[in-house]
């Protein structure tokens, strides 16, 4: 039943214009946090990798910083982020926050990404 559903939505294009429509929605709130994050840590926070795909960014801190400690400041505050260092294995670890942006709707965005700077300046970690 639900394939049969779902096969009927995309018959009718339905999904395609869902997919078009979120594409706008993503790209729009990704450049509101690109612009955040560029006016008040920098330019240097963002990879110079970083792409347009994808529903998360890499925002990176000084290397001196305990990310984690940044992650759960900000969980405190009703800001969900995942600390880069846990990814990484080894002794090269590099420090920073992954960034979701995709369900946080666009008025959230700047007022979540303030409560994340000040987690970032508590803990000293500015790029």
Same mark, same amino acid.
């Given at each position: 039943?639900?394939?049969?559903?779902?096969?009927?939505?995309?018959?009718?294009?339905?999904?395609?214009?869902?997919? =078009?429509?979120?594409? /706008?929605?993503? %790209?729009?709130? !990704?450049?509101?946090?690109?612009?955040? &994050?560029?006016?008040? $840590?920098?330019?240097?926070?963002?990879?110079?990798?970083?792409?347009?795909?994808?529903?998360?960014?890499?925002?990176?801190?000084?290397?001196?910083?305990?990310?984690?400690?940044?992650?759960?400041?900000?969980? =405190?505050?009703?800001? /969900?982020?995942? %600390?880069?260092? !846990?990814?990484?294995?080894?002794?090269? &670890?590099?420090?920073? $926050?992954?960034?979701?942006?995709?369900?946080?709707?666009?008025?959230?965005?700047?007022?979540?990404?303030?409560?994340?700077?000040?987690?970032?300046?508590?803990?000293?970690?500015?790029?």
């Amino acid at each position: 039943m639900t394939q049969a559903a779902l096969a009927e939505l995309i018959r009718q294009g339905h999904y395609a214009s869902h997919i =078009r429509r979120m594409r /706008l929605i993503y %790209a729009r709130r !990704r450049s509101a946090l690109v612009a955040l &994050v560029q006016a008040h $840590l920098g330019a240097q926070a963002l990879p110079s990798h970083a792409s347009n795909a994808g529903l998360h960014l890499v925002l990176s801190l000084g290397d001196h910083c305990d990310d984690v400690a940044i992650a759960d400041d900000a969980a =405190r505050h009703g800001v /969900l982020t995942r %600390a880069l260092s !846990r990814y990484y294995t080894g002794k090269r &670890v590099r420090r920073g $926050l992954l960034l979701g942006y995709a369900c946080v709707e666009d008025e959230d965005i700047a007022p979540a990404f303030f409560r994340l700077l000040q987690s970032i300046d508590r803990h000293g970690g500015r790029p």
